[in-house]
């Protein structure tokens, strides 16, 4: 079955640069999640999109940015990174036909120097 | 006080025993939860999702929901080194738009 892809997998970035990370959700899910987990923590939410529309807001800084496009990948875009930055991204998506389980994808390692 | 709280751990069960993790929340609107497992440095595996009150098995996997007293939990019988993991608990708490609450996960080891 088909699972979320995310890319890159691993991406390395020097304090203030961006850095733009792609998910491509389970086809016919409707909602895409972004999380964040530093090391330790447990993952936490940091914005949604429902069809294509953002649908909630979690703790994501102000530096950073999201956005769903029309084939229902997303892009999370990450500027004037700071080294608390360094972290793993995952990518989920769910449906609501299925109780909004929500599968996740491999992830991406930012790491910020 | 965090919104999903589970004993962190470690636990440890001989190979072959069954592993009992547990979890409470405190948003008593909550409707959905869920039960990850997560090897490090890999992403959350969906293991189970119960929606409502009682007991839900898949395998070598029960989960139970008690809405009363905001308690959920996950059995693992037959545990196998394999299983060794942090598991993390979460859920869907009232009012959201469906964004998961974790846990800080529960550490598990199977010993062999």
């Known amino acids: 079955a088909a699972g979320v892809i995310q890319s890159p997998r691993h991406l390395i970035k020097e304090k203030r640069e961006t850095a733009t990370l792609k998910c491509y959700p389970i086809?016919?899910?409707?909602?895409v999640y972004w999380y964040q987990q530093g090391p330790g923590q447990d993952p936490q939410f940091l914005i949604s999109?429902?069809?294509?529309?953002?649908?909630d807001k979690g703790s994501i800084p102000d530096r950073f940015s999201a956005q769903q496009f029309s084939d229902y990948h997303s892009e999370l875009n990450m500027s004037s990174l700071e080294l608390g930055d360094s972290a793993l991204y995952f990518c989920?998506?769910?449906?609501?036909?299925?109780?909004?389980?929500?599968?996740f994808g491999p992830g991406t390692r930012l790491t910020v120097t | 006080q965090k919104e999903v709280e589970q004993n962190s751990g470690p636990l440890s069960v001989p190979e072959g025993a069954i592993a009992s993790l547990n979890c409470t929340y405190s948003d008593r609107g909550s409707q959905s939860f869920f039960w990850y497992r997560q090897y490090s440095g890999k992403s959350p595996e969906l293991i189970m999702s119960i929606y409502s009150n009682g007991d839900k098995e898949d395998g070598r996997f029960t989960a139970q929901l008690n809405k009363a007293s905001q308690y959920v939990s996950l059995l693992i019988r037959d545990s196998q080194p394999s299983d060794s993991a942090t598991y993390l608990c979460?859920?869907?708490?009232?009012?959201?738009?469906?964004?998961?609450?974790f846990g800080s996960g529960t550490q598990l080891t199977v010993l062999p």
């Open positions: 999109f429902y069809e294509k529309m953002q649908s």
């Open positions: 979460a859920a869907i708490s009232s009012g959201s738009a469906r964004q998961l609450t």
């Open positions: 086809p016919r899910h409707d909602t």
């Open positions: 989920a998506s769910s449906t609501r036909t299925s109780g909004h389980e929500q599968y």
